[in-house]
């Protein structure tokens, strides 16, 4: 599949070649891939509004639109709805406008254009498939320009395991205004090749958007995040998943969540809070991480920097490196307390972390650290047990006294 930029004109026919079409019959999905064909590849407007069933899959084209009116759509397709370049799926508001799935339907209720093939690639393997390309120009296979806005979209009482919602692979798409909730396997999947090339003279862009997105009550992870890297995030709230909130992941020439932004992230009540992997490194800025059944953090990876507060987890508020994976050269001004085992935990330092922190533990049996940290980390806290830590290993506490220089001085 080559992917290639819209121009202004077919933009212009975008919008004004909207056509309105009221469905009620047996099978809506196929009365849709009738209009579809129908436009013989002109990028229409789909305006849907008698709620009905969704049997055959609908497959929208390059550019083209599904509008939904208030209402709730049931699907037994599998899957429900494929985007391609520039398609869009519209709602009428969260809540208003309900996708759902229901039977023995393997889902997704929304899937990207070649999918399950691309996801599979590694980064050689997607370059051959556009070798025909003219000149030196090396485009990576993919859907972009996608949007998702203004809809729920529901596992409901969809019988199949391991059902994820959505599954996107490509770049620069957006969701905004979406709920994706009660799916048996993951909210949100979304991924693309680690060194994804762009191309300013064909208005390319790596990062995707995604504004006041809920992912709630699944069975699987609220969003397994392999990409596009750099993504952006604001107003996103991960609540009540099985398993991670976030797990930001990483595989060398295959896909990378690396550079993942984040602002105003509320993970609450997972199965664990967040995740990065080795080579996916985040920056969050205004991150809550509450009430976790596990960690609050875990990070894995190099190079982050976190600012928030992590507190009620059930077992530590950050985690710093595991058994698999060193992590160093993160920057946390952070607020940790209340958590069960401990606030901090030292799993595996590759050094050269910085952590300014305010940390409390609420009760007699909570540790303020678990392990302790590396020669070359900065640690700077407050609070009754607070500790400063130089490069080099010397100590401070809270009485002021230094410790390794010439073993103990005042």
Not at 13 to 38: C, H, P, R, W
Not at 290 to 295: C, D, F, Q
Not at 359 to 388: C, H, L, R
């Amino acid at each position: 599949m080559l992917v290639r930029p819209l121009s202004f004109l077919s933009l212009l026919f975008l919008i004004t070649s909207s056509q309105a079409y009221a469905f009620s019959a047996d099978d809506l999905g196929e009365k849709i891939n009738a209009e579809v064909m129908a436009a013989d590849g002109k990028q229409i407007t789909i305006k849907v509004s008698e709620p009905g069933e969704i049997k055959s899959t609908i497959k929208l084209g390059a550019g083209q639109v599904l509008e939904f009116s208030p209402g709730i759509w049931t699907c037994t397709a599998s899957p429900c709805i494929i985007i391609d370049n520039a398609s869009q799926v519209i709602g009428s508001g969260i809540y208003r406008t309900q996708l759902r799935l229901t039977g023995d339907s393997a889902g997704p209720v929304i899937q990207s254009a070649d999918y399950e093939k691309l996801s599979k690639l590694s980064e050689k393997e997607a370059l051959k498939l556009n070798s025909s390309l003219d000149g030196d120009r090396k485009s990576l296979p993919g859907v972009k320009y996608i949007k998702i806005k203004d809809v729920t979209i529901d596992g409901g009482d969809g019988k199949k395991p391991g059902v994820n919602g959505i599954e996107i692979y490509g770049l620069w798409f957006w969701l905004e205004d979406v709920s994706v909730e009660r799916f048996s396997g993951d909210a949100l999947v979304t991924q693309f090749i680690p060194s994804g090339s762009v191309h300013p003279d064909e208005n390319d862009a790596m990062e995707s958007y995604f504004t006041r997105v809920k992912l709630i009550s699944n069975k699987g992870n609220g969003w397994t995040m392999r990409g596009p890297h750099d993504s952006i995030v604001s107003g996103m709230i991960v609540a009540n998943n099985d398993g991670w909130g976030i797990d930001v992941l990483h595989k060398e020439d295959y896909y990378s969540g690396g550079g993942l932004m984040l602002t105003n992230t509320h993970l609450y009540a997972n199965g664990n809070g967040m995740r990065t992997e080795s080579g996916a490194n985040i920056l969050a800025y205004g991150i809550e991480s509450e009430a976790n059944k596990g960690v609050g953090l875990l990070l894995r990876s190099n190079d982050s920097i976190i600012q928030g507060t992590f507190y009620a987890n059930k077992t530590y508020g950050i985690q710093i490196g595991d058994e698999s994976f060193f992590s160093g050269a993160n920057n946390l001004n952070v607020q940790l307390h209340n958590n069960k085992i401990a606030q901090l935990k030292w799993g595996n330092s590759a050094g050269y972390n910085m952590v300014n922190a305010v940390i409390f533990p609420n009760d007699p049996s909570q540790a303020f650290f678990e392990n302790k940290p590396s020669n070359s980390d900065y640690v700077a806290t407050s609070g009754p047990n607070a500790i400063q830590q130089f490069p080099g290993g010397i100590l401070m506490d809270s009485s002021r006294n230094l410790y390794g220089v010439n073993n103990t001085s005042k």
